[in-house]
């Protein structure tokens, strides 16, 4: 019953990633294209999880940590850019 819950939720998640992925490409603004690649990167840590999960080992567990780091530091850098122009003051 857990592969297919683990199943379902990787489907799930694979074809949100697909229309954040279409977002990304068809978007009328720049602020869209980066909430949709803010989206992307929690999906994608969402998938890393459950792929652990059903992996059964805490390794992914550890990658998903440093992709959710490097996802938050990027989206700040990026907002911060886009609101004054530069990232380091």
Same mark, same amino acid.
């Given at each position: /019953?857990?592969?297919l !819950?683990?199943g379902?939720?990787?489907?799930?998640y $694979?074809?949100a990633?697909l229309?954040?992925?279409?977002?990304?490409v068809i !978007?009328?603004?720049?602020?869209?294209? &980066?909430l949709?690649?803010? *989206? /992307? *990167?929690i999906?994608?840590? @969402?998938l890393i999880t459950?792929?652990?999960i059903?992996q059964?080992t @805490?390794i992914?567990?550890e990658a *998903? /940590?440093?992709?959710?780091?490097?996802?938050?530091v990027s989206? &700040?850098a990026f @907002?911060?850019? $886009?609101?004054?122009?530069?990232?380091i003051?």
């Open positions: /019953m857990l592969e !819950a683990l379902f939720a990787i489907g799930c $694979v074809l990633q229309f954040c992925l279409y977002r990304v !978007a009328p603004g720049l602020s869209d294209r &980066v949709a690649l803010d *989206t /992307m *990167t999906n994608m840590i @969402a459950l792929f652990g059903r059964g @805490a992914y567990f *998903t /940590m440093l992709f959710a780091l490097v996802g938050f989206t &700040v @907002a911060k850019f $886009v609101l004054r122009g530069d990232i003051e």
